[in-house]
């Protein structure tokens, strides 16, 4: 696990943990309003953080495809790639 990966699980968990504890402070409806927004905030999170990496190599190999095509017409001894 990377540095910033450890900084981004603890600031999520932080910031969870200071919604419930918002959360437990409220009565009735406020309350499950507020367990709610942190169940949102989880999920959200959750799918953030499996789908990123994916999403990075996109973006790589989206730069790495116009490199590529870009040194390949300027370079006289043909394509080089990535």
Same mark, same amino acid.
């Given at each position: 696990?990377?540095?910033? /990966? #450890?900084? /981004? #699980?603890?600031?999520? &968990?932080g910031i969870l943990l200071v919604i #419930?504890?918002?959360s437990l402070i409220l009565k009735g409806k406020?309350?499950?309003v507020i367990q709610g927004l942190a169940i949102l905030f989880l999920v =959200? %999170? &959750?799918?953030f953080? %499996?789908?990123?990496?994916?999403?990075?190599?996109?973006?790589i190999e989206k730069k790495s495809r116009l490199y =590529?095509?870009? %040194?390949g017409r300027t370079v006289p001894w043909g394509n080089v790639g990535i």
């Amino acid at each position: 696990m990377h540095p910033a /990966e #450890l900084i /981004e #699980l603890i600031i999520v &968990g932080g910031i969870l943990l200071v919604i #419930l504890l918002v959360s437990l402070i409220l009565k009735g409806k406020w309350r499950k309003v507020i367990q709610g927004l942190a169940i949102l905030f989880l999920v =959200s %999170f &959750g799918i953030f953080y %499996f789908v990123r990496p994916d999403w990075i190599d996109i973006q790589i190999e989206k730069k790495s495809r116009l490199y =590529s095509d870009a %040194f390949g017409r300027t370079v006289p001894w043909g394509n080089v790639g990535i």
